[in-house]
């Protein structure tokens, strides 16, 4: 089901006329529907409804309080990877007990922010860290609860740059060296062991990586039993891929029943990290048509909106549909639909089949995950408003930024 639909040839997020809050909140805007958040999140809670789980959303994908707000109140987790977020997550009443902390930089002041706060588990991710980490527990008199996330060397089949699961990437433990490191924190005194965890790569649109990853951590996670280190959860991270186009990533119900499978007769609680599955597909960014220009080669529509408010396309060449706000029987021409900031890269969509004139407006579909959470002041651009649709209510949830934001923190010189 989808909240964003066409009602008379206008577009609707659930019960709201995009248009009209174009209209009231201005633009370029992020819209996001609870509805699909709760939908999406229940997906997964569902699918693993029957073992011990916890799905831990991974904040980095939509980090609006709203948003948190909306995921806190169902009972969901959260994946962090930042003192920042960890203190966004507790501000929308998220519950500290459900909050797993990944990341490779993990600071002195963060450790002691999620020390203090009661995270389940830090998500250790080299020997040097997991050092630190016994030091500043024992230190502040604390226990730290870890897992070490280990990287299985497997191809997620994904972009580059978000590809994460092969030994040449930045994360975790290799698995080479996996067992000595369990070791190692089974016998630091300020640490309890709790848990493994790997991350293989974001919009994966194939199963058979999760997998191999998953016999490679399972297969681990046997031989620590051997060794008398007992795995009480296994967290399996993100990067579930979602419909951006054509791509048919499996259905939550697939995944982790195929997971499940896998898993068998061990007792092992199996936490979740979904990001984009979860807020991609929750959020439009809606832009106005400033100008269209031609020469012979091309036609452009200029936009309001550009590559600072959303930059998967031109960091990833990420293709997002952009569909008209109001559809009209207007032949459709090929545009280059790009943004006012001073760079060639600065474009949402190119080559794409639009019936456009200058004031209509534009929604760029699927942009509720890595869009406005990436955006920069660059070109001195405030960054724009996002609104939460509750059927037919609208709630402003972050406020545009105003040119004098920019500048805050700034100084002229004595
Ligand atoms: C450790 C970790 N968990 C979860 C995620 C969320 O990934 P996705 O949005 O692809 O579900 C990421 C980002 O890729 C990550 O690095
Ligand atoms: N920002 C990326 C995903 C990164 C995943 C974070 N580990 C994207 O938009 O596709």
């Known amino acids: 089901m989808d909240f964003f639909t066409y009602q008379d040839s206008k ?10 809050l174009a209209k009231k909140h201005g633009t370029p805007l992020y819209i996001y529907s609870r509805a699909t958040l709760e939908r999406h999140w229940h997906a997964f809670d569902k699918a693993v409804a029957n073992h011990p789980h916890l799905v831990c959303y991974a904040v980095k994908a939509n980090s609006n309080l709203g948003v948190l707000n909306t995921l806190a109140r169902l009972g969901s987790g959260f994946d962090i990877v930042s003192g920042g977020e ?21 600071t002195v002041p963060e450790m002691e922010q999620a020390l203090k706060v009661g995270i389940y588990c830090f998500n250790v991710e080299s020997s040097a860290e997991l050092e630190l980490l016994n030091e500043v527990a024992g230190r502040l008199g604390y226990i730290a609860p870890v897992s070490l996330r280990i990287n299985p060397d497997v191809d997620a089949g994904t972009h580059p740059y978000i590809s994460t699961g092969l030994k040449e990437n930045k994360f975790g433990i ?3 060296e996996a067992e000595q490191v369990f070791a190692r924190a089974a016998a630091l005194p300020h640490l ?29 996670i046997d031989r620590l039993a051997e060794h008398g280190i007992v795995i009480e959860h296994f967290d399996v991270g993100g990067g579930l891929g979602v419909p951006y186009n054509n791509e048919t990533p499996p259905h939550p119900d697939v995944y982790a029943a195929a997971l499940l499978e896998r898993l068998g007769q061990r007792p092992i609680k199996l936490i979740f990290e979904p990001g984009r599955a ?25 936009v309001d909106g550009a590559m600072n408010d959303l930059i998967r396309p031109s960091l990833y060449s990420a293709w997002q549909n952009i569909i008209p706000v109001n559809q009209t029987d207007a032949p459709t021409q090929a545009y280059d639909v790009v943004g006012p900031v001073c760079e060639t890269g600065d474009f949402l969509g190119k080559d794409r089949q ?33 609104v939460m649709v509750d059927g037919e209510q609208d709630i402003l949830v972050r406020e545009r930024e105003t040119v004098a934001q920019l500048w805050q923190g700034e100084h002229l010189l004595p």
């Open 11 to 20: 577009l609707f997020a659930e019960g709201c006329d995009v248009s009209a």
């Open 86 to 106: 960890l203190s966004r997550v507790l501000q929308a009443g998220g519950d500290p007990s459900k909050v797993v902390f990944s990341g490779v930089g993990k």
């Open 174 to 176: 290799a698995m080479d």
């Open 192 to 220: 309890h062991v709790k848990g493994v965890d790997c991350h293989i790569g974001s919009q994966l649109t194939e199963i058979k990586p999760f997998l191999d990853a998953m016999d490679r951590m399972l297969a681990l």
């Open 278 to 302: 979860i807020a991609a597909n929750a959020g439009i960014f809606v832009t106005e048509v400033l100008f269209l220009k031609e020469n012979s080669d091309k036609r452009f529509a200029i």
């Open 354 to 386: 639009l019936s456009v004139k200058a004031g209509d407006l534009l929604a760029v579909r699927s942009s509720g995950a890595y869009g406005f959470v990436m955006s920069s002041n660059y070109n001195s651009r405030p960054r724009v408003a996002e």
